[in-house]
């Protein structure tokens, strides 16, 4: 018969077993995951934008970093970067893009209300959430020009909402929010803390641990670049470019609004980047020297919608020389193609390769006479349209700039609201996948559990026995309990 400590040996034995096996699956479950990509869309206060734009305040607002519209009156920001824990349901997550807010010009030309609200951050843990925000603002009266990185702008209305589980995307849909004592003060003094602001929605993807880089390719030696380099010049060849731009943020929101009633229809590569659309895969000529290009991109926007809208862009090309630069299109309306219609003429002064890019951002852009009649003269030769951006890449190490992230659209799953005794809308973290949240490694940890209790009986079983008759053991104050 085993002695009582060759007996206590393996049940320790078996319970370190157990224990090894499990501990990796509850890390997995613990372990957080990486916010990358997404939209927040925010009008911030409907009502102040039709008080800035409207005959008291005679101003205007303007998007910055890439910012964009969507719906009636919500601004999109984007590019979701921060983390978030499924277990705990803490989430940290930025986004990029801004809203300038102009009003009360004097009579130097300057205004009196000048408010920026960029970079919004939402924080939420424990139940309760703050949206963040960088504030540059002019105090009402004095004129004092404040500047503050991520004020605590406005309290996140979060009752009934259980952010434990997600995976991705995540999705938070028309969350109240209230004006914080701090954004009241950064917010110039127009609206008191309290003050109810528009609601938010936002929907963010996650990911896990990044994969390992792959090993890059050898490199080619100094004397095979320097030969390279040569042949590109001499050829004027370049090796990649894209051309971004909006064409219109008014005529965007006219196509989708309650007049247009219509939408957009990306196609041949194009992508959308929110605020702007970006035509890829550049080829032509560049001059560094002289600082001049003759590209065509690929991709294609239509633009469809009530009374008979039909506008269609494709083949777009771009022309630089002499600090000009002109953007051209096939124009499609009515049935009608014309090809190389000149559409906008924008500054490209600077043209020149910085780190093996030469770059354009937001180059201001008007409107062609012959651009004109593809709008079927909406608008009038010399209107002002969406800046131009552009980007050539002369060197294969060299990245285009990233286009604006705004994630992957909210499942079904993701975007019906969680609904707790508050009944409030509320948010809906996606069912968990295997490797994050709740799903196969909660059932795997309960597995365990029983497994572990399991262990534990069969060890205080054993050492009863082991003791022999009239013991007194007991499991002790650490044995699993039950609630």
Do not use: C
């Amino acid at each position: 018969m085993p002695s009582s400590r060759s007996i206590r040996a393996l049940a320790v034995a078996l319970l370190a077993v157990l224990l090894g096996a499990l501990l990796p699956a509850a890390t997995a479950q613990a372990a957080s995951r990486t916010v990358q990509g997404g939209r927040l869309d925010w009008g911030i206060k409907s009502s102040f934008q039709s008080y800035v734009t409207g005959p008291i305040a005679g101003g205007s607002w303007s998007l910055t970093g890439g910012a964009a519209t969507v719906g009636g009156s919500q601004f999109r920001f984007h590019s979701a970067t921060g983390s978030y824990a499924p277990d705990t349901g803490v989430l940290t997550s930025g986004f990029s893009g801004g809203v300038h807010f102009t009003g009360h010009k004097k009579a130097d030309g300057s205004n009196e209300l000048d408010l920026t609200i960029s970079r919004p951050t939402i924080r939420i843990s424990g139940g309760s959430g703050m949206l963040h925000a960088d504030m540059v603002s002019k105090e009402r009266g004095t004129g004092k020009v404040s500047r503050r990185s991520q004020v605590p702008l406005a309290e996140l209305g979060l009752g009934g909402i259980d952010m434990r589980g997600g995976s991705t995307p995540i999705a938070l849909t028309n969350v109240p929010t209230t004006l914080t004592g701090e954004g009241a003060s950064a917010f110039a003094g127009y609206y008191t803390a309290g003050t109810p602001l528009d609601p938010i929605s936002l929907s963010v993807d996650t990911k896990g641990a990044a994969a390992q880089p792959k090993p890059s390719a050898p490199e080619k030696k100094k004397d095979e670049d320097g030969k390279d380099d040569e042949k590109k010049e001499k050829a004027g060849r370049f090796e990649d470019a894209a051309v971004d731009w909006g064409v219109r943020r008014t005529f965007r929101e006219y196509v989708t609004g309650s007049i247009g009633q219509g939408k957009w229809t990306l196609a041949d590569g194009a992508q959308d980047g929110g605020a702007l659309f970006r035509f890829p895969q550049g080829k032509g000529t560049y001059d560094a020297k002289k600082q001049t290009l003759d590209a065509g991109f690929s991709g294609s926007v239509r633009f469809t919608g009530a009374h008979d809208l039909d506008l269609t862009f494709a083949a777009v090309t771009v022309a630089v020389t002499k600090g000009k630069g002109t953007l051209s299109a096939d124009v499609t309306s009515g049935g009608t193609t014309t090809k190389g219609v000149p559409i906008v003429t924008f500054t490209a002064e600077d043209f020149a390769p910085k780190d093996g890019l030469a770059a354009l951002t937001e180059a201001p852009a008007t409107l062609t006479a012959e651009g004109s009649k593809a709008f079927n003269s909406m608008y009038k030769a010399g209107t002002a349209m969406d800046p131009v951006s552009l980007a050539v890449a002369v060197d294969e190490k060299a990245q285009l700039p990233a286009l604006p992230d705004l994630g992957s659209e909210p499942t079904a799953a993701a975007a019906e609201p969680v609904k707790k005794a508050a009944e409030k809308p509320s948010a809906a973290p996606a069912a968990a996948s295997s490797d994050s949240g709740p799903g196969a490694g909660t059932w795997a940890a309960i597995g365990g559990g029983v497994l572990l209790l399991a262990a534990a009986g069969a060890f205080f079983a054993l050492r009863r026995r082991g003791s022999g008759p009239g013991s007194d053991a007991t499991t002790g104050s650490d044995a699993p309990t039950t609630s």
